[in-house]
């Protein structure tokens, strides 16, 4: 609409302009006033153009203004053209003068409207798919249009006279510019009132200026007028239906025929064609205006009618006319914006509010239906979008979506609450567990490059229904659930209850605290030795442990997995590196060689670069790399084998030493070390226990040491009791030794003193 539009004002003022050199060329004494008003008609026409052109607010403030100046002078003109026109004489001084302050006044208020903003501002819409500015109004515009129609209704007023006291021969004369101002002016207020954003009415003035210069300088009969106000009316895009004052209709154009359905110039069905499209529709009256949906859902067409009656000089009606708009595109415009603010634009599910929204209403109607609150909460996403890339994070929310769709019963409510959760409404009756279980331990994402296995949690939070609602609550109740699940959480659906809900605000109690905890060295490195095989101290593990205030000592079983879920092992891990290389920094100066082990989560891998972390720390304490090694986990080292044997060949290359920990824990050992080059396998001390019971599990140890000494990999088992173990593992011919029996974690000022004193 808007290219139309601005094709037609653009054929419109080249038309003019042509028009206005025509006049100028003119021997008639009336051509120059011709020429004026053309050129004042022409400055709105423009204005109206750059509106339509242009999506910067700075130019369309700047078009509203060439538009509203453009009226000023277009009445103006219009004034002194009705004076020449009618041959009645140019205005008194007097009345020229009050006609050049009154808009002298409006001049200024334009020119400082964009510092006070007295007369308009404009707000931004979309037409046609592209910002639109539509004009804002404030009191100013009240002043500016007031002098504007005081003028023009003086000259209707004079072209009314003229034509009551013309004789017949040039009441035509008159009345084809009276009935044309008309017209025009009738245009122009419907546009100023309807909230029509795309000024139309400006093809009305193009087509009066071109009758004014047609009539004035190359008069032509009353059909002439006929054909081109008839052409004016045709090319609107609205549809037209003129009625004589007895109802019966006299014409229509090429829409509205369209929207009926009937052929050119056969108007004998017109109102009844009307009456069957649109029902209960008032022809007798005037002076209405509603909206009629016909059809359904997408096909659906919105109509927007509008009854007027003309009337004549004295008042009396002449007849009428119904204007009916397609306004479909604007009202699906408008209804996918409201689409869009409620629903996700990823998934299409509910936004948060709407979901919270929809359920409340649902709970306050439904008082017969069972409900209870879910919360579906992807773990790890960020870490899958990191990981295999945004796309496959956004195929990974789209899979999610379709999979509550398609396993929802009919009264579930369900929509998007945050960056990687779901919030839904079951029906308890159709609630199916052990499917749910299922469904969550099989789910996985696949697309064209790879499949990856999905962790999904559940939290359900079943609600008293005789309990105040507060959806917003109860979804926090669920998420909480999931937030206690740990990674080998067996179960993924959980239940709220006083338990949960105590050990989740411990675990954030305790999370809150980690600053505090590691500022104030509460959280701290214990040392558990390793051993020779000659029962001689070659180094120590670094493990963490934490002197709560309040709590005492805590179990590391208390927190370490806390910090795992929520992200925080990565800070506690990067704590006791420094605490690890501080250590050896002292060990240097007392000339002490042994080395120290630190662990390395496998969160660490995805939340820190773990290699140029450990570089920095040995080069800032300057220590050799071989004297800090470092231990990976079997699952760690198989969770992404491609980067992580980029890793341990960084590591190892630099200095470090690698060992991999709770070797034989897991199910693809073997195969790891044919791919990764380690420095040592530290055998699972599950196996140790098993052995002394088990002969297998003894066969499988002493296998796995004869196989690192031919691979020349270097073996510790952990979780040695007793001297039978010890004596045992040593005839197996195992190199290094760490459990109870040598020494349980103890502070390093114990260690230090027990080993080195």
């Known amino acids: 609409m808007r290219t139309v539009l601005s094709v037609i004002f653009v054929l419109l003022i080249i038309a003019l302009l042509l028009c206005v050199v025509f006049s100028l060329r003119s021997k008639k004494p009336i051509g120059k006033s011709v020429a004026n008003l053309l050129v004042g008609l022409t400055i709105p026409v423009l204005g109206n153009l750059i509106l339509i052109v242009t999506s910067v607010q700075l130019f369309a403030e700047f078009g509203c203004n060439v538009y509203f100046l453009g009226m000023d002078a277009a009445v103006i003109s219009l004034l002194f053209f009705t004076h020449a026109y009618c041959e009645i004489g140019k205005p008194k001084l007097s009345i020229k003068l009050l006609i050049y302050v009154l808009f002298g006044i409006d001049v200024v208020q334009y020119i400082l409207n964009p510092f006070i903003r007295f007369t308009f501002t404009t707000e931004e819409i979309s037409v046609d798919g592209r910002a639109y500015y539509r004009l804002l109004p404030y009191i100013g515009q009240t002043y500016h249009r007031v002098v504007c129609y005081g003028l023009f209704f003086a000259s209707l007023i004079i072209f009314i006279v003229m034509t009551a006291k013309a004789s017949k021969v040039y009441v035509e004369k008159y009345m084809v510019i009276l009935f044309s101002m008309v017209i025009t002016g009738g245009i122009e207020t419907y546009y100023i009132f309807s909230g029509h954003p795309l000024d139309m009415s400006m093809i009305g003035f193009g087509f009066f200026g071109l009758l004014v210069y047609f009539f004035s300088l190359q008069y032509r009969s009353m059909r002439v007028l006929d054909k081109l106000l008839a052409s004016m009316a045709s090319d609107m895009p609205e549809a037209l239906f003129f009625f004589d004052k007895d109802g019966k209709c006299i014409w229509t154009n090429d829409p509205g025929r369209k929207l009926i359905g009937i052929s050119k110039e056969n108007y004998d069905d017109v109102v009844a064609n009307l009456r069957f499209l649109f029902d209960d529709i008032d022809l007798e009256s005037s002076g209405w205006e509603k909206r009629v949906i016909i059809g359904y859902g997408d096909e659906a067409q919105y109509l927007d009618l509008s009854m007027r009656s003309a009337v004549d000089e004295l008042g009396r009606t002449t007849g009428s006319y119904l204007s009916v708009r397609d306004n479909t595109e604007e009202q699906r415009t408008i209804e996918r914006e409201i689409y869009k603010s409620t629903h996700d634009a990823v998934t299409g599910l509910y936004t948060r509010e709407n979901l919270i929204e929809r359920i409340t209403k649902r709970l306050n109607h439904d008082k017969e239906t069972d409900y209870m609150i879910g919360y579906i909460e992807v773990s790890n996403f960020k870490m899958i979008n990191d990981v295999f890339g945004s796309e496959f994070g956004t195929t990974t929310l789209l899979k999610v979506a379709d999979t509550i769709k398609t396993n929802s019963s009919p009264k579930t409510i369900y929509g998007k609450l945050g960056y990687d959760s779901f919030g839904i409404l079951i029906d308890k009756k ?189 080069e800032e304490h300057n220590i050799k790399p071989e004297k800090l090694r470092v231990e990976i986990t079997e699952t760690a080292m198989t969770s992404d084998s491609v980067d992580m044997i980029k890793t341990i060949s960084d590591l190892r290359e630099y200095g470090f030493i690698v060992e991999m920990d709770d070797f034989g824990s897991g199910y693809s050992s073997l195969n790891l070390l044919k791919d990764i080059n380690l420095d040592l396998l530290k055998i699972d001390m599950q196996f140790l226990k098993d052995s002394e019971r088990n002969m297998k599990a003894g066969l499988i140890i002493k296998s796995i040491i004869n196989m690192s000494e031919d691979l020349g990999i270097d073996t510790l088992t952990e979780g040695v009791e007793t001297a039978k173990q010890y004596e045992k593992l040593f005839d197996m011919g195992c190199k290094l030794y760490q459990g109870y029996y040598f020494s349980k974690p103890i502070p390093v000022e114990d260690f230090e003193k027990q080993w080195f004193d």
């Open 430 to 618: 159709a609630f199916d567990e052990e499917k749910l279980e299922k469904l969550l331990e099989t789910f996985s994402i696949a697309d064209e490059n790879m499949e990856h296995h999905i962790i999904i949690h559940f939290g359900v939070y079943d609600f008293n229904p005789d309990e105040d609602i507060d959806v917003q609550l109860w979804f926090d109740s669920a998420r909480l659930a999931t937030a206690a699940i740990t990674d080998n959480y067996q179960n993924r659906i959980v239940y709220y209850d006083d338990k949960l809900r105590n050990e989740v605000i411990h675990d954030q109690l305790i999370s809150n605290q980690l600053k505090d905890a590691i500022e104030e060295k509460q959280i701290r490195p214990y040392l558990q030795p390793i051993v020779d095989s000659r029962g001689l101290l070659a180094g120590a593990e670094a493990l963490v442990r934490w002197i709560h205030p309040e709590e005492g000592f805590m179990n590391p079983g208390q927190f370490i997995p806390v910090f795992e879920r929520n992200g925080l092992i990565s800070v506690v891990d990067k704590y006791m590196w420094r605490c690890a290389c501080e250590i050896l920094a002292s060990w240097k100066e007392r000339g002490i060689e042994a080395f120290i082990s630190i662990n390395v989560s496998p969160k660490d891998f995805y939340r820190l670069n773990v290699v140029s972390e450990l570089k920095s720390l040995v």
